[in-house]
């Protein structure tokens, strides 16, 4: 405590000082933020040890046929993942997954909540977006040929990646609770229920009925912000682990 007022004085005093002399100002700013970020910086390292760890993960030195746009559309995709993550969860906040109230949730999202049309509007669109993106990632890969050995799981882990995002399209788009969202799961799960032995078991499991109820809103609602991405981050782990220990394939 005791130094911490010392080191507030010797700041003040440092102020005046500055007052009195031209440029002093600018100086005393530069320094003052330097000083703090290092005594910061110190403190935590003191309490965590991190500085270590952190500079094994970044100093990593990209190789230069790294640095082509085509390398781009894995970090794009996730980028836009990480803008679903967030908006997903402002949406969460106003949305409520009952048949007599989700559609009018959406409509206040959209009209009342303040930038709710926006943050909607990102999470629509960005959906879309990422399904463009992950696929042109995906024909990179395969161009490269980043499916063989040593990088199968890599491969593998992209295509259950590909599985969860058709999942998040399939469950949101009932989410909105309107007329088309409606209709293309009912075609969805009908489909579904049509493969043989399994059909009404995946029913049964997946919408909790024959038929899209309450039960089918409360199941997708819970697969699309819990089960989806919790699977989602757990697999973005696996693959960029792997990427990291492998590296990214040459061109063929
Ligand atoms: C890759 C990730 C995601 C994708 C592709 C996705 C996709 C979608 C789609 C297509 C809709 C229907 C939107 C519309 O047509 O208006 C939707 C709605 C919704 N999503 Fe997601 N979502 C993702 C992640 C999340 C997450 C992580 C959460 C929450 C934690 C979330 C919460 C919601 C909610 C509450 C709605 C209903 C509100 C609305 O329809 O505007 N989403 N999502
Ligand atoms: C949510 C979707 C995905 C995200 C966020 C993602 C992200 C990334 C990133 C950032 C990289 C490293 C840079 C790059 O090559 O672009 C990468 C590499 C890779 N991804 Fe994905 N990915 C996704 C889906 C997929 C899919 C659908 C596949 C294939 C089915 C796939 C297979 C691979 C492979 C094999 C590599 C290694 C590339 C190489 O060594 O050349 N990924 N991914």
Redesign the pocket.
Known sequence: MRKAIQYIKDLLKSFSQALDTPGGITRWINNTWLDLKETGLNWLEERFRLRKPIEKILDKPVSGF?RKWR?????I??TL?GLQLATGVFLSFYYIPSVDQAFESIQMITDEVAFGWLVRGIHHWSAYL?VIT?LI??L???I?G??RPP?EF??V???L??L??FGFLATGYLLTWSQQGYWASRVAMGVAGEVPAVGSTILLFVQGGYVIKQAALTHFFTAHVFLLPVA?IVL?GV??A??RR????KPL
């Open positions: 790294e390398h781009c559309f894995g970090g995709t996730l993942i990422i992950m990632h995906l990179k890969v395969f490269t980043s499916y990088r890599t491969w882990s992209g295509v990646l590909l969860i995002v989602v973005l693959h960029f792997l990427i492998l590296g990214i394939q």
